[in-house]
């Protein structure tokens, strides 16, 4: 089976979003499932990310290898970006072959979040109000790579972070219902159906 991750912008985000998944896969009975996030082409952002044109563009480049594609992009506090998701969802089941899917998911707010979630806390960090930060790179992810000296690292610490929360992936998956807990659900739905 091979998965494709499609980032909204692969250049640090593929840090923290490959360890995760390949970790989630194997949590759902797919352990040597060939995971690669998508670096051709390069969307730049949100704004190509949720655009239909783009998006065909990399299943047109990658469907005859690739069974299923995994659109991950961050919420940034915009309360539709579900709806857009789906949006592009029932897009893709009409485009694909019965064979193949596409999942979107808005990490809540920012892919970063999903690092975070893996770690222990430091003491006057509360999970309530990182979930709720609209901003939480700013204020939580790059304060915690700074503190771990990891800002010179690949990705600014997320290449150290994505791994370590990869390996806690139970915390990670309990503190992220809403949107890696939901992928999760339909992936393993999907896989059990097909």
């Known amino acids: 089976m091979n998965v494709l991750i499609i980032p909204e912008d692969f250049r640090k985000d593929r840090y923290v979003v490959k360890p ?4 989630m896969l194997a949590e ?9 996030v998508c670096l051709d082409p390069l969307l730049g952002g949100i704004g190509e990310a949720l655009k239909w044109a783009r998006i065909q563009e990399i299943l047109d480049q990658y469907k005859g290898m690739v069974q299923i594609f995994l659109l991950l992009v961050d919420r940034d506090g915009e309360e539709g970006r579900r ?15 019965e064979s ?10 920012e892919i970063e979040v999903w690092a975070i979630a893996g770690q222990d806390l430091p ?20 304060p915690l790579a700074e503190s771990r000296g990891l800002t010179h690292e690949p ?13 806690n992936y139970s915390r990670l998956r309990s503190r992220c219902q809403e949107d890696l807990g939901n992928l999760e659900r339909r992936l ?5 159906s097909s």
């Open 20 to 23: 995760i998944i390949k970790k």
């Open 28 to 36: 759902i009975g797919k352990p040597n499932a060939k995971v690669e």
């Open 83 to 97: 709806q857009r998701l789906d949006s592009l969802e029932s897009q893709a089941t009409e485009y694909l072959q």
């Open 100 to 109: 193949r899917v596409l999942f979107g998911e808005n990490a809540w707010q």
């Open 123 to 142: 003491n006057d960090w509360r999970w309530s109000e990182i979930r709720s930060e609209v901003h939480p790179k700013e204020a939580y992810f790059e």
């Open 155 to 167: 990705g600014e610490g997320r290449k150290t972070l994505g791994r370590e929360a990869a390996t």
């Open 188 to 192: 393993s739905g999907w896989l059990a």
